[in-house]
């Protein structure tokens, strides 16, 4: 018998000691025979699927059956099953949260864990690889209904699963986003991500974990037609390393750490991705180049945290933070960080969001709200409400009262559909086309959000 | 007869007419002949003496009688005149007020205005020359006791004058001097500059004249390693122009703009040499790319504005303006627009004030005092008061109620050496040794000025 069958038969006589009984639909046996007794992974290339997200398994057992995704050990399996047991395998095995599987692979090296790192939390946008904490959540735990959690598979387990999405001919969005990130990646840099990721400990918080200072780094002056902000791991010890990371921190978390400022569900890195690098999406370094600049918005000159303080009354329809304040100075030391080598007072390339042209027919919030089911709903919510984990907001609210409201620039549709035309879908796993971008902004547009603070302060006069 | 000769009868007879009769020393009149019957300036070569410091007019005839100042007219009207009568006309001839005498040269093109107005109040410091009214006072009325007044000049005695100091051998100080800066000047610089000062008219407040818009300007990228600011011809029309200005001015004349937040008689141009442009001199483009950054002084990382309250407490002993006052605005809009094209972050080769080495000796404040009175009284005076023009400051007090206080980073002798050393005598007339440079600074800094406003609020727990 090869390893793998005796593995099988031991496995499988496990799962039925350690899967509580009472509630497991039978065919979880199956399950435990390869993914481990608590389905936490079984050794190297099997996955962890326990607490995946019901939709999720379901809609992978459908594409092993259908045949759309093919495996030798999943394929048969899938197939003997009926549409109500997966239903029920999904809605059990979602429910599990047992502990992380003993990591069988070696120990990577220093070099390796942080090229994986800065791909899992930075990305490489310049071949199209976004962050992977930014669709699977900050720590990797994944964003229901659709999205898996990355956290607690093994390493020999993703970087098979990256390799065969270079490969998959799944159109269907997540996989075909996943199938553009993963050929942006080489085979170096898929080795990098599954070692980092493979290395998480249980709980590990990946978003707050600081990066070692990469002592060889030197910043150099960079052309403003072709800029690169600097990797984490330029980020300096010491006091200014402090407040670059707590600046980012904020970028990303903005909700969680400065709550009296935010006034609804949104994060700077909302509007500004990638932690404000992506030049597609009004990155902070082309603004911290240009500021203070004048503002026919507020007629007046706005200093760089004067226009920020612009994003917190209107985008994030909440409060200012004082330009003096703790929280202002972490972002503004941030995106000094992040122009680093970018010359003062030259316009960047990429600044804002690209121009869009006129549409060729009206905007149609109609054809509009098709656009959006196929290509928004999925990470957005049908209500257009956003989606969370752990309580903590992934993906944006669009409209409603915990979204931007009607004095932010987004909500100009001219605005919403550049940017949407640039950045969206996110990881450009498909871009829409000009009229398509100009229908989905009118759509989103449609829906009701809280007031223009300046309208309610003239109507209280 | 000569035309001149004609000229000298006529103006001889006018001049018993024009000039107070009453309280004028009798050889007023040889003094009209050629300057004219106001002493406003003859024709062509001739200068206006009226209303020139006493100290200077005496200086000056007493380097004709002793053949220091060489001039076949003056050279044998001062050898006639006694030490007496020479005071008398000094002091009669400092009183007088009249209007500027009419010009007579042609209309210099926009072209050569631009440029003597740029080298007048900018100055080409990569070739040792300092903007004229920096010594001149803002709107060149001269300084008394020994700077003169350049307003009111004939332009073809103002290119002479400057053409005659290429070649001075006159060692001492004001003329050691304006020989560098002569010599610093292409033969149409000199012409510009003649022009420019040529043609103002009397009363024209020079430093508020906002230059015109040179269309053709465009930014270009910089290396940190050598890095020239743009020519006030950059500075844009509208808001942000109009900000970028209005930061100059508060530069230049900071006490006399925001009185509520300077509490002595410096302005921020007196640390920040030549608008915060001069290299050697703490300029201002190097610390804008180096902020926000951590201050041991503050133990917190400092945002440009923070800084800048730095000065306001403790070099201009005053009360910080608000991170969000037009006052703030307007100098960071400034220092932005003065870092064009600098790269971000990326610390200039020429930053703060260069590191000068320790000296050979302890530093002597009894040396210090001779180095004082050698080099440093002239403008500063004895008293270390500074001087006025029209009532506001020119030269800065280096000590005493009206200075900086202890707090400041220029009451550290190391610091003071080094300013010193790399800046003064102004516009480098001729360097101190690095002995004199510490020996000066303890001298300065051994007098007293306000305390530290540290200090006093922990005297008042």
Same mark, same amino acid.
């Given at each position: ?330 972002? @503004?030391?941030? /995106? ?6 970018? +010359?003062?007072?030259? %316009?960047? =390339? !990429?600044? $804002? ?86 229908? @989905?902004?009118? /759509? ?6 809280? +007031?223009?603070?300046? %309208?309610? =302060? !003239?109507? $209280?006069?």
């Amino acid at each position: 018998m090869s390893r793998v069958r005796i593995l099988f038969i031991v496995m499988a006589a496990l799962a039925a000691v350690n899967v509580h009984a009472a509630t497991r639909p039978a065919k979880v046996a199956v399950c435990t025979a390869c993914h481990g007794p608590e389905l936490n992974g079984g050794k190297g290339m099997y996955p962890r699927i326990a607490g995946q997200p019901e939709a999720f398994i379901y809609l992978q057992l459908q594409n092993f059956k259908r045949g759309i995704r093919k495996n030798p050990l999943m394929s048969p399996v899938a197939s003997g099953l009926s549409d109500a047991e997966m239903r029920q395998l999904a809605a059990y095995i979602s429910t599990l949260h047992p502990p992380f599987a003993k990591q069988t692979a070696a120990k990577p090296t220093a070099g390796v864990l942080a090229r994986g790192r800065e791909l899992v939390t930075v990305g490489n946008w310049s071949r199209g690889v976004p962050a992977c904490d930014s669709c699977h959540a900050p720590d990797l735990e994944g964003v229901a209904p659709s999205i898996p959690s990355l956290a607690g598979q093994p390493e020999q387990y993703l970087s098979g699963a990256l390799q065969r999405l270079t490969s998959t001919t799944d159109k269907s969005l997540p996989a075909a986003t996943m199938h553009k990130v993963a050929n942006g990646l080489s085979s170096d840099d898929i080795k990098a991500v599954a070692a980092y990721i493979g290395s998480l400990k249980q709980g590990e918080r990946v978003s707050a974990v600081r990066p070692a200072f990469d002592k060889a780094y030197r910043p150099v002056a960079q052309s403003p037609d072709k800029f690169t902000p600097p990797p984490l791991s330029a980020i300096p010890e010491g006091p200014n390393g402090d407040a670059i990371w707590q600046g980012l921190r904020l970028m990303q978390h903005t909700r969680a750490l400065a709550p009296k400022y935010v006034g609804n569900d949104l994060n700077c890195v909302n509007c500004h991705i990638n932690q404000g690098r992506r030049g597609t999406s009004a990155p902070m370094w082309a603004a911290y180049v240009m500021y203070p600049h004048y503002r026919s918005k507020n007629k007046q000159i706005n200093t760089i945290e004067k226009r920020i303080q612009g994003c917190f009354r209107f985008s994030m329809n909440g409060t200012p933070p004082p330009a003096d304040s703790p929280e202002m100075t972490a972002l @503004v030391t941030y /995106f000094h960080w992040l122009a680093t080598g970018l +010359p003062v007072g030259i %316009k960047p =390339k !990429q600044s $804002g969001y690209p121009k869009l042209v006129a549409p060729a027919q009206e905007p149609s919030i109609t054809r509009g709200s098709k656009v959006y089911a196929a290509n928004c709903a999925m990470c957005h919510g049908a209500d257009g409400h956003g989606r969370t984990a752990r309580g903590a907001q992934v993906f944006p609210p669009l409209w409603g009262p915990r979204s931007y409201n009607n004095g932010a620039g987004m909500h100009r549709p001219g605005m919403a559909a550049a940017f949407i035309h640039a950045n969206m879908p996110y990881a450009d796993g498909r871009q829409m086309t000009v009229q398509e971008a100009w229908d @989905v902004a009118a /759509f989103v547009d449609s829906h009701s959000r809280p +007031p223009d603070p300046r %309208k309610k =302060k !003239q109507a $209280g006069k």
